[in-house]
């Protein structure tokens, strides 16, 4: 038992390292395009979404780290038409997050019923 709960929290930390590695590579990636590299495809679209909200985290840590007006540091960032976009990308990617926990879940399932004949 005590094997089959080592390696399922192995595998969610492996889970987490994978996602944090793919985070980092995705803001980096859109940190090179910028906001116009946005336009040219969903990939593009995804990776310049994250770089513009590692930059907000960013602001919003500098604000609270100085003791600044969080509420005032997003304020004129982006338009109607971009935020509509992002609402939708951000409902997308809720979805792959669902469909993972799901796999995750069943998982977990698996391994605590194997536990006992193995």
Do not use: C, Y
């Not at 993972?100 to 977990?108: K, M, P, V």
């Amino acid at each position: 038992m005590t094997d089959d709960l080592i390696r399922l929290l192995a595998s969610w930390q492996l889970v987490h390292e994978m996602a944090d590695e793919g985070l980092k590579a995705a803001v980096e990636r859109g940190r090179e395009t910028g906001v116009e590299g946005m336009r040219s495809g969903p990939d593009a679209f995804v990776d310049g979404l994250t770089a513009l909200v590692d930059e907000e985290k960013e602001r919003l840590k500098t604000a609270l780290t100085s003791g600044g007006d969080v509420a005032s540091v997003s304020e004129g960032l982006v338009d109607a038409e971009a935020l509509e976009e992002i609402r939708f990308e951000i409902g997308e990617l809720k979805g792959r997050m669902e469909t993972l926990q799901t796999t995750l879940d069943a998982i977990a399932r698996k391994l605590s019923g194997s536990g006992g004949g193995e």
